[in-house]
């Protein structure tokens, strides 16, 4: 893809200073562990130890393409839920972007890059360390700035459903459900929020400052199959346990990617009363 406007005003470069307790070349061995023993260790981030990074600026150098680029996607992201909530009759408050490097405080606790890019919806922030991008193509084959961007336009897609509502009612039923019936909750979530990056894809395609590439839409899917519960279980302990799932199948995750890129339509990602979910 390639980004021809300005970049966001919405980012914030804190990767200045900051701990190097778990560095960044770990980004999904949390999410392994949770596939793994059926739980999401996610929420021990805040039990990391360390401080926030040093000076935080607004904006990134001119001279960091990879950086840049996620200015350029971030923007993109901001004009097509702009247009969408107005349709909605509603105004899109525009999340924040954190980079990092290494380990961050956000108002969901600490972090460190090991947990990977997340969406923290006590201060509206994505938090991402790049090096994330650099697990996703050596490890599991994902490469391509599309790849880079669907995992961008995944996060904005929990934002969305954070503004809407729909994250609060998960967390609101947590305290009543089984493990396993709050993963299958998770799952839809999840599913829901690559719907919702695909429905960017589609509408992002019409704005004059963004065009698709060829063999854009292949690195998405890519990025979406490799980081499925089943396959990861696969690759980390031999076999897969779907009570454990907690983001949705590869498959999943690749259909409703696409789904949402091919309808653009808001109303066709109900995955929480989708049949077979």
């Known amino acids: 893809m390639k980004w021809f406007g300005k970049g966001s005003d919405n980012v914030e470069d804190g990767r200045s200073g900051g701990g190097t307790i778990l560095g960044g070349g770990i980004g999904i061995v949390v999410v392994i562990l949770g596939l793994i023993f059926g739980k999401d260790f996610t929420g021990l981030v805040s039990q990391i130890p360390g401080t926030e990074q040093g000076t935080v600026k607004q904006g990134v150098p001119q001279n960091d393409t990879q950086a840049q680029f996620v200015s350029g996607v971030l923007a993109s992201t901001e004009q097509v839920w702009d247009a969408q909530f107005r349709e909605m009759g509603r105004q899109y408050e525009h999340p924040r972007l954190r ?3 290494n380990q961050v405080q956000s108002a969901c606790g600490g972090a460190s890059a090991a947990v990977g890019p997340f969406y923290c919806p006590g201060d509206q922030k994505v938090y991402i360390d790049l090096s ?7 490890r ?5 700035d599309f790849a880079q961007a669907y995992v961008i336009a995944h996060e904005v897609g929990h934002h969305v459903q954070n503004l809407l509502g729909i994250s609060d009612k998960l967390q609101q039923a947590r305290g009543r459900l089984s493990e396993t019936e709050y993963n299958r909750l998770s799952v839809k979530l999840e599913l829901q929020a690559d719907f919702l990056a695909g429905l960017w894809a589609h509408h992002a395609q019409n704005l004059k400052e963004f065009q698709l590439e060829a063999g854009d839409l292949e690195e998405a899917l ?3 199959n490799a980081i499925g519960d ?3 279980q696969k690759q980390a302990q031999g076999e897969v346990v779907p009570d454990a799932f ?4 590869s498959q999943q995750r690749m259909y409703w ?5 091919d309808t653009g ?3 066709q990602g109900d995955t929480f009363n989708a049949a077979g979910l």
């Not at 599991?140 to 391509?144: D, L, N, T, V």
């Not at 990617?257 to 890129?261: E, M, N, S, Y």
């Open 257 to 261: 990617f696409k789904k949402g890129f």
């Open 246 to 249: 907690t983001h949705g199948t």
């Open 230 to 232: 089943d396959r990861l």
């Open 222 to 224: 890519t990025a979406a």
């Open 132 to 138: 994330f991008y650099d697990e996703l193509r050596d």
């Open 140 to 144: 599991f084959g994902a490469g391509g």
């Open 99 to 101: 980079l990092f490097k």
């Open 265 to 267: 339509d808001f109303r």
